[in-house]
C-alpha cells in the first residue's frame, strides 16, 4: 500500500501523536514525523511516492503481518477494496489467496496509479480508482472485505474515523476490515527503538505521517458497530487492527466524550 493521501486544497496541516507534544522532536512513524507542518500533495510527488516504495521493501517483519491479514480472509469473499492501494502489493497478495474474488484499487498518487496499472492492466478482474482518502470514498458498491496496508496513517486524526464510519457502510452484513498499520508507539522510548528496528533517524522518517494508537482505534470501530475488533498481529509501530460487520444489525456504541478515552482530541 502505500500511499494515503492529503488534499491540497486543504493547505498544510500540523502532523501530531499522541506523545508529540511532550517530545515533538523525537518525531513518529514509518519513515516519517509527527510535529511538523507538511503541505498536503506531498504524494503527488514521483520522487516522495518512490522514497516511500523504496523504504517499505525492507519493513521488517512485513510478510508477517501480511500472512496473518489473509488469515481474516473469508474463504467465499467475492469483492475486495484496497484502499490505499499504493503499488499493489497488498491486494494481489489477497486476490492470489482469494482467486474467485473481484478486487477495486484505490489510490491518488500519480506513481502509485501508474504501478496498478502495470501490475493489473491485463487482469479483467480488478479496477484501479483515482481518489483521495482525504475525501469521502465515492460510492463503489459494496465489498465483502474491505482491506488497508500503511496508507490510513497519512490521514488527519478525525478523518481516520470518518473514513471507519464509511468502510463500515460499504461492507456487506458479515464483512470484514483488515488494516495493515502504521501506529503510535507508548512513547518516546519505543518510538526511539521502533527506529533502531528500521534502520532509520527522526530526520528520514516520513513528514506526512499522523500515527495514532491501537487503542483508540480499536475502540472507534467498536463504537461503530464492528464486531470480533481486535489487534490481530503487531510488531513494534505495525499493527494489524481488525473488525468484522454483524450479519444483523447491532446497535452501536454511544461514542465517548471529545478529549475521553476513545473520543476524538
Known amino acids: 500500500m502505500l500511499a494515503a493521501v492529503l488534499a491540497c486544497r486543504r493547505g498544510a496541516r500540523l502532523s501530531a501523536g499522541r506523545w508529540a507534544d511532550k517530545d515533538r522532536s523525537s518525531c513518529a512513524h514509518f519513515p516519517f514525523i509527527t510535529a511538523t507542518v507538511v503541505p498536503m500533495n506531498e504524494w503527488q510527488s514521483v520522487e516522495h511516492a518512490s522514497a516511500y516504495l523504496h523504504r517499505a521493501e525492507r519493513v521488517p ?45 484505490l489510490d491518488f498518487s500519480p506513481l502509485m496509479l501508474e504501478r496498478l496499472r502495470a501490475r493489473f492492466g491485463s487482469a479483467s478482474t480488478v479496477d484501479v480508482v483515482d481518489h483521495n482518502l482525504d475525501d469521502s ?52 522510548y519505543a ?31 467498536r463504537q461503530i458497530g464492528f464486531m470480533d475488533v481486535d489487534c490481530y498481529w503487531k510488531w513494534r509501530e505495525l499493527a494489524l487492527l481488525v473488525g468484522r460487520k454483524p450479519q444483523t444489525p447491532a446497535a452501536k456504541q454511544s461514542p465517548a466524550p471529545v478529549g475521553a478515552v476513545g473520543g476524538l482530541t
Not at 63 to 89: K, N, Q
Not at 194 to 214: Q, Y
Open 137 to 188: 470514498l465515492p460510492f463503489l458498491g459494496t465489498f465483502d472485505v474491505v482491506v488497508s496496508s500503511f496508507a490510513i496513517h497519512h490521514l488527519e486524526h478525525e478523518r481516520k474515523r470518518e473514513l471507519y464510519e464509511e468502510i463500515w457502510a460499504l461492507l456487506e452484513p458479515g464483512g470484514v476490515f483488515c488494516n495493515l498499520e502504521h501506529v503510535a508507539s507508548p512513547s518516546p
Open 61 to 105: 517483519h512485513r510478510s508477517a503481518g501480511e500472512a496473518a491479514l489473509l488469515e481474516e480472509i473469508p474463504l467465499s469473499a467475492h469483492r475486495v477494496l484496497d484502499l490505499g492501494s499504493g503499488d499493489g502489493r497488498l491486494l494481489e497478495l489477497v486476490l492470489r489467496a482469494r482467486p474467485q474474488a473481484r478486487g477495486v484499487a
Open 191 to 221: 518510538h526511539e527503538r521502533f527506529l533502531e528496528a528500521m534502520g532509520i533517524t527522526a530526520r528520514e522518517e516520513d513528514p506526512s505521517n499522523k500515527l495514532l494508537e491501537v487503542q483508540r482505534q480499536l475502540e472507534w470501530l
